[in-house]
């Protein structure tokens, strides 16, 4: 069987680890006989915006539809097209019409790596955050009133629907589930935001009547960031809406050392539409050009990927790979933010020989 993989780069550091994410992904389809059929699409990007007026073609859905995955590097370049006309012309699209409602993203402390955090050593951090990805308080229902005047007024809601939560509650808990210390914690902020989170809670406590052997515990979001850096540990799978999963998908990798390495899938359980796979990180205009991007959030997305479309060993070989390269600690090889002098390209290619065993 052909997978049929959608290829976007998008934009700054996403078009420069991309390659090392084909080269993995590559690597590990030759190893196991997995057939690709990659489509490279230049839309979705800043590029595709300066020279057609949009970010997507208008019939993109037609043309992504029936592809099995999508593959993406990151979108944004602030300097050239505002950051909301980027998105929500893109990325957010995608999730959205392709409802991919989980955005799951592993957040483990690898080997070889430096924790910010004092003697923490990888086994200590390893969870995953699983963020509510297509409604919540990122919701275009709201709006300006008395614009331009000293009375002016904007408005946006949150939007949270008993099916949406409920959905991705039932994956956070059937993931518990499958996990040994079968640990679930829930973000809320219900002493403020006094309907939807004190809801989203009932939502939770009804959802866990179904899963006896899930441990629930529920935080309030300030307290929640204070403990991923005092007591990461504690963690095993935490369910958040949208914005706090946004925030603690940022958080949690850093803890690890860099959000270069963080992965994400966002997935559309019921296989309706492609899931898509891309790293948590942006495209980094700072970095954006020098070659020093790290890859491995890039790769480790292109390993869920392959798991994603059943193809466990791939991808278990993908991360062994990574790990033993980290672990080898080259640093003419490493990238920068996990203390080498190596680029994007060293980091990827020592990563796919790896992979080609
Ligand atoms: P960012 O993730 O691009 O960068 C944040 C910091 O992390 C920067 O200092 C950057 O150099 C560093 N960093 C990120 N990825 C790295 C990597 N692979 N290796 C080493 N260092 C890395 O976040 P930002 O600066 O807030 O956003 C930049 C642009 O990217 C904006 O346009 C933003 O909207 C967009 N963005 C897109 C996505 C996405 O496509 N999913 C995610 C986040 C931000
Ligand atoms: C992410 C990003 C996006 C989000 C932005 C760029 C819209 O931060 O994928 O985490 O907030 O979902
Ligand atoms: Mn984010």
Not at 65 to 73: C, L, R
Not at 193 to 203: L, N, S
Not at 257 to 281: C, Q, R, Y
Request: with cysteine.
């Amino acid at each position: 069987m052909t997978h049929r993989i959608a290829v976007i780069p998008g934009d700054g550091i996403g078009k420069e680890v991309m390659p090392e994410g084909l080269r993995a992904l590559e690597a590990a389809a030759r190893r196991f006989g997995i057939d690709l059929a990659l489509e490279h699409f230049d839309f979705a990007s800043c590029d595709y915006y300066a020279a057609h007026g949009q970010m997507l073609p208008d019939d993109w859905f037609e043309q992504l539809k029936d592809a099995d995955a999508i593959f993406y590097g990151a979108v944004g370049w602030p300097e050239t097209v505002p950051d909301h006309i980027s998105l929500w012309g893109s990325l957010l699209q995608f999730r959205r019409r392709f409802d991919q409602y989980v955005n799951l993203r592993p957040c483990k402390l690898l080997p070889g790596v430096k924790s910010p955090l004092a003697d923490r050593k990888p086994g200590d951090i390893d969870f995953y955050v699983v963020r509510e990805n297509t409604e919540g308080e990122y919701s275009s229902v709201g709006g300006k009133m008395f614009e331009g005047t000293d009375r002016e007024v904007v408005i946006q809601e949150t939007v949270m629907t008993r099916t949406g939560v409920d959905r991705v509650l039932k994956y956070a808990f059937d993931l518990a589930q499958t996990r040994p210390r079968r640990k679930l914690t829930s973000a809320t902020k219900s002493n403020g935001i006094a309907i939807t989170m004190p809801w989203w809670d009932e939502r939770v406590k009804a959802m866990g009547v179904h899963y006896p052997e899930v441990s629930v515990d529920q935080f309030h979001i300030d307290i929640l960031t204070a403990n991923f850096v005092m007591h990461p540990d504690w963690f095993d799978v935490v369910v958040a809406s949208n914005l706090f999963g946004d925030i603690l998908s940022d958080l949690g990798p850093a803890c690890t050392g860099t959000i270069g390495v963080a992965p994400s899938a966002n997935i559309n359980p019921d296989g309706t539409f492609p899931s898509l796979f891309e790293p948590v990180h942006g495209s980094a205009p700072d970095i954006a050009g020098r070659g020093i991007a790290n890859p491995i959030g890039q790769i480790w997305s292109a390993a869920m990927m392959l798991e994603h479309l059943g193809h466990q060993d791939a991808g278990q070989a993908i991360v062994d790979a990574f790990e033993a390269v980290l672990s080898e600690g080259d640093p003419t090889v490493l990238t920068p933010d996990v203390g080498g002098h190596g680029t994007t390209e060293t980091l990827g290619r020592a990563i796919a020989a790896r992979i080609a065993g």
